[in-house]
């Protein structure tokens, strides 16, 4: 089961998703996901962050920001599984973007909560739009987002971005196994 790989347990109660070394955690009421601190990404304060994002990391190159982990919370209405959460944060990674694969995942969590550990992960390509300290117009761009309902039926979608040669599929395999849902 390519789950257990993600996983490390903690006792019988929960289980901790595995943050590499070198990352930090976002940490927010619904889960906690790791950030590659180690590779530049530092944690963007609440005064500066968008209102819609509960916890944001970001890697910024001179002054352009070439990578970025949010967590946005309770971002869409009447979702009440991992499906319905994908479907509406798939809608918002937008025109343009090309989709290279879907799959169910487990996340870490407690023992307890069997459907809210389960979710949906969405990888995607897409171009930079220059605007708002992104890269230049046209420089590719890759992400990975995971949508689901944390323990309370909140949804939410975790996400790692990054200019395409900054990441590659380790890391987005590190990220969604670094996510405990709560």
């Known amino acids: 089961m390519g ?4 996983l490390t347990g903690c006792g019988g109660h929960q289980d901790t998703a595995s943050v590499p070394e070198g990352w930090g955690t976002l940490d927010t009421k619904s889960l906690s996901v790791g950030y590659p601190k180690s590779e530049g990404y530092a944690v963007q304060p609440a005064s500066e962050r968008a209102r819609s ?10 002054g352009i920001r070439t990578g970025m982990v949010s967590v946005q919370l309770d971002f869409a209405t009447g979702v009440s599984d991992a499906a319905g959460a994908a479907a509406a944060a798939g809608a918002g990674i937008g025109l343009g973007s090309t989709r290279t694969a879907t799959e169910d995942v487990r996340l870490a969590g407690p023992d307890s909560a069997d459907e809210a550990r389960e979710a949906r992960r969405i990888d995607y390509d897409f171009t930079a739009d ?14 990975v987002l995971v949508a689901g309902v944390d323990t309370k039926g909140v949804p ?3 996400r790692l971005n990054a200019v395409k040669d900054a990441v590659d599929a380790e890391d987005l395999d590190a990220f969604v196994g670094s996510i405990t849902v709560k």
């Open 3 to 6: 789950a257990a790989l993600l």
């Open 156 to 158: 939410f979608v975790a």
């Open 53 to 62: 994002n509960a916890a944001v990391a970001l890697q910024v190159d001179d």
């Open 130 to 143: 220059g605007q708002e300290d992104t890269p230049n117009a046209g420089t590719p761009m890759t992400g």
